[in-house]
């Protein structure tokens, strides 16, 4: 059975393929003779030499040196050296003759340069002289391949590898057979570039001729795959038969242009490369009308058609346009093809489907750049083709006058366009918070949902499922929004009418809005947590203190004593009111009051009491702990004065290190403390004694009843 080819393995391939032609290239460019000089033409197209390496076979040369003709023979012909010896692309001739003618003098300068001695005549500081014999190596130094060869291996390599790693995940798809052709194209067009392009003066005959071929056959090539690439991308326009019928009209053009049969290099090459770039064009416009109902098909081509807008419009803002004007061209040809990097990097990210959820904000931001970039270059050639400014401080004006004047405006543009995702937190929190103290139900959910629809602009919100987290859905398609409380979670469906995906940044904003909600719904369920409790411990106290002391007094036989009473109670309703915590008071002071007041109630009640104490009095009881204890015992008496009746109640009170223990009795009926009819008062004893970490029982019978509390000393909790 035959091993499938694994991602992994197809990049292997690929990563060998791209060394190969770059050692290829590097191999070529090598192999040439070589004068140590760097070139250049003068307005009378004649050639003059620029600088020299110093470690050179002429290092000696004075730089700003005319170099008139060559030959290799002292006295003999020479052959007159023009500025179009120079020139980086050929294919600029009108006439495949005048094309042709220039291939074979460069053969016969090269043959020049390959002999063991050469002749030039040359003027050197102003004084003409002829039959110089002149320092040629039979190899190039490898330090001495400039930047812009490596920019055009680099370029290729990469368009290339990007190619073949897309085609590796989506084998089967036929976008990605064509952007795999595109970056085969662009490797071949540019590496044959790097050679031809930086060549120090000449290269044979034929490996010019071959290398010019494939420079054209790979730009027709990469223009094939990108219109096959928008035929079937992201919109499927046409079958799969006609999405190649473009790349069958270019390979016919490239074997008219093999053998001439057109006239010259404008049509033979010229005109397919413009008509593939129209053609990608109106590729783009199909498909931007094709995906007008399908956002994230849009999305895509977006990315797309801005990656297409800056790498060309780059190019022919650079290299195009200038000509045209006869200004020539602003750079050279090798740093162009970092435009089509730009074009090819962009059409990656589209095809493959990676980083979508960031595409709207990248756009605007790279197309702000771009544009700051594009108004250097053209502020640039304006200063020194209209105002002479040279070079280096034309570049520097036009980066103040970009700096000063279009980056504020840039900026207002950024604010104008990207105002819908820029939301700020503090507009948005006072709607959170009124969601927050909506009371829970449809009304809550129903202002929810206008909160998220005013901040994304759906189209659609749906109920969702169960989920954690927010997340991103179909690739930004949908946001889901988990729940919050009662608020059900929601489905968020086609951002922004769907003229946009949901991406990381609308996924963060949502969890800050339910951060925010979360901890307001919180807030608000501790407050009126507190409240309740609030309003449980006044009844409570109510119940059990103010209850029993006005029971007291209403029992109270001695008019001194009922007036007491009634004064301490309002004292204890003004405690209750103000929830005030004194100070501690020594369990003896405790003991004492409570035993008086005890002892009057139950005498008024006819009621006899048998009080028992044990251990050390000297212990201090906290503020919570005093008003606990008093409000139990208070309590328990006024049970059993008004149901137990009871003929005697014993209370027993005593102390094991840090925990007090208190027991009452009585001998009456009994009841039921789990009934309905138990009332408040048992769940009020027991909620006070276990707010304070301690621990309450009863025990009730037809022969009494028996309360039974036990509370710890060092707790300072407050009254409860």
Not at 52 to 79: C, W
Not at 239 to 264: E, M, N, Y
Not at 271 to 283: Q, Y
Request: overall charge neutral.
């Amino acid at each position: 059975m035959k091993a499938p080819i694994t991602p992994a393995l197809t990049l292997v391939f690929a990563l060998l393929i791209a060394v190969i032609g770059v050692a290829a290239a590097i191999y070529f460019a090598l192999q040439q003779p070589w004068m140590g000089v760097s070139l250049t033409s003068s307005p009378s197209d004649r050639l003059i030499i620029r600088s020299t390496v110093p470690y050179g076979p002429n290092g000696s040369l004075p730089a700003g040196s005319r170099l008139f003709a060559i030959g290799s023979v002292q006295g003999g012909e020479k052959i007159p050296l023009v500025a179009t010896d120079i020139i980086e692309e050929p294919d600029s001739f009108d006439t495949f003759e005048s094309m042709d003618s220039f291939f074979r003098r460069q053969g016969r300068l090269h043959n020049v340069l390959s002999r063991p001695t050469v002749y030039a005549d040359l003027e050197i500081d102003d004084t003409v002289r002829t039959d110089v014999e002149i320092g040629v190596s039979a190899r190039r130094a490898f330090s001495d391949l400039p930047l812009v060869f490596w920019v055009q291996l680099v370029v290729g390599v990469t368009g290339f590898l990007i190619a073949a790693w897309v085609w590796s995940l989506k084998r089967a798809e036929l976008s990605a057979i064509f952007f795999a052709l595109a970056g085969f194209g662009l490797m071949i067009s540019a590496t044959s570039a790097a050679i031809y392009s930086t060549r120090e003066l000449a290269l044979p005959e034929a490996v010019f001729s071959v290398l010019s071929s494939l420079n054209h056959i790979g730009a027709l090539t990469f223009g094939a795959g990108m219109i096959g690439l928008f035929l079937s991308y992201p919109y499927r326009m046409v079958r799969t038969v006609f999405a190649f019928l473009p790349s069958l009209i270019l390979a016919l053009w490239v074997v008219a242009d093999w053998f001439r049969l057109l006239d010259g290099p404008p049509l033979a090459r010229h005109l397919p490369i413009t008509l593939a770039m129209a053609m990608i064009a109106i590729c783009v416009l199909l498909q931007f009308w094709k995906t007008r109902s399908d956002p994230r098909a849009r999305a895509i081509l977006r990315w797309l058609g801005l990656s297409v807008l800056i790498g060309a419009g780059l190019f022919v803002l650079t290299s195009i346009i200038p000509q045209l004007f006869g200004a020539g061209r602003l750079q050279s040809q090798g740093y162009s093809f970092l435009y089509f990097l730009i074009i090819y990097v962009g059409v990656a990210l589209g095809v493959s489907r990676y980083r979508l959820f960031d595409l709207e904000e990248w756009a605007f931001r790279i197309l702000f750049y771009m544009g700051g970039i594009l108004l250097i270059v053209l502020l640039d050639v304006a200063l020194v083709l209209i105002v002479s400014v040279e070079d280096v401080p034309a570049f520097s004006l036009a980066f103040v006058l970009v700096a000063l004047f279009y980056l504020p405006f840039r900026d207002s543009l950024w604010r104008h366009f990207m105002s819908n995702t820029d939301r700020n937190q503090q507009a948005l929190f006072p709607h959170v918070v009124d969601i927050a103290l909506t009371p829970p139900g449809k009304s809550q959910t129903a202002r929810w949902q206008d909160l998220l629809a005013q901040t994304y602009n759906p189209l659609h919100i749906h109920p969702a499922g169960t989920c954690d987290r927010p997340g991103i859905e179909k690739e930004g398609l949908g946001m889901i929004v988990p729940a919050i409380g009662n608020i059900p979670a929601l489905r968020l469906e086609y951002a922004n009418k769907g003229r946009k995906l949901f991406s990381q940044r609308d996924l963060d904003l949502a969890g800050e809005l339910i951060s925010m909600l979360t901890h307001a719904c919180e807030s608000r369920q501790a407050f009126e947590q507190g409240v309740a409790e609030e309003r449980s411990r006044i009844a409570r106290d109510m119940h059990d203190n103010i209850g029993a002391q006005l029971l007291g007094a209403l029992h109270s036989r001695n008019p001194d004593r009922k007036d007491g009473m009634i004064r301490e109670s309002l004292a204890d309703l003004r405690d209750i009111i103000n929830n005030l915590s004194h100070t501690g008071l020594s369990l003896q002071e405790v003991l004492a009051d409570l035993r008086a007041e005890t002892v009057d109630r139950l005498h008024n009640a006819d009621i006899a009491l048998q009080w028992q104490f044990s251990g050390d009095e000297a212990a201090t009881l906290s503020p919570g702990s005093v008003h606990a204890f008093r409000s139990v015992l208070r309590e328990a008496i006024s049970n059993a004065i008004r149901h137990s009746q009871a003929s005697q109640v014993t209370i027993s009170v005593s102390r094991d290190r840090d925990v007090v223990a208190l027991s009452i009795s009585d001998d009456g009926a009994g009841f039921d403390p789990t009934g309905q009819h138990a009332g408040n008062g048992v769940t009020n004893m027991q909620a006070r004694i276990e707010n304070l970490d301690g621990r309450f029982e009863i025990f009730s019978s037809p022969d009494g009843t028996r309360i039974m509390a036990r509370l710890p000393l060092a707790n300072t909790g407050g009254p409860v």
